[in-house]
Nanobody, 124 residues
Framework: QVPLVESGGGLVQAGGSLRLSCAASGRTFSCSAMGWFRQAPGKEREFVAAINWSGGTTYYADSVKGRFTISGDSAKNTAYLQMNSLKPEDTAVYYC?????????????????WGQGAQVTVSS
């Protein structure tokens, strides 16, 4: 069973907005941080944003800084990604992830649990 489930993906025109949600699927686990990654066709999975539940510190990739906002609820292991001013190059499958320890949050290997992914397509 996939421990995390994403929702909110879809098709949007350039300049539009989407909000992704990520929730635990029912399995109980503890985590110190959650993050979002994305993978476009033919490319490596790349870091997008993360939030450390301790203090609420957030981290962003340079390519999304100022346009995307990560938030969430640590008690429910729930995370959100508000995406504004979307560009065609933001088109990808977006993955939610959770980390037992808040280390290496910009690297996929820093996460222990993953969702199945949500498609985001931005048309020009």
């Amino acid at each position: 069973q996939v421990p995390l489930v994403e929702s909110g993906g879809g098709l949007v025109q350039a300049g539009g907005s989407l909000r992704l949600s990520c929730a635990a699927s029912g399995r109980t686990f503890s985590c110190s941080a959650m993050g979002w990654f994305r993978q476009a066709p033919g490319k490596e999975r790349e870091f997008v944003a993360a939030i450390n539940w301790s203090g609420g510190t957030t981290y962003y990739a340079d390519s999304v800084k100022g346009r995307f906002t990560i938030s969430g609820d640590s008690a429910k292991n729930t995370a959100y990604l508000q995406m504004n001013s979307l560009k065609p190059e933001d088109t990808a499958v977006y993955y939610c992830a959770a980390a037992r320890f808040a280390l290496r949050l910009r690297e996929r290997y820093g996460y222990n649990y993953w969702g199945q992914g949500a498609q985001v397509t931005v048309s020009s």
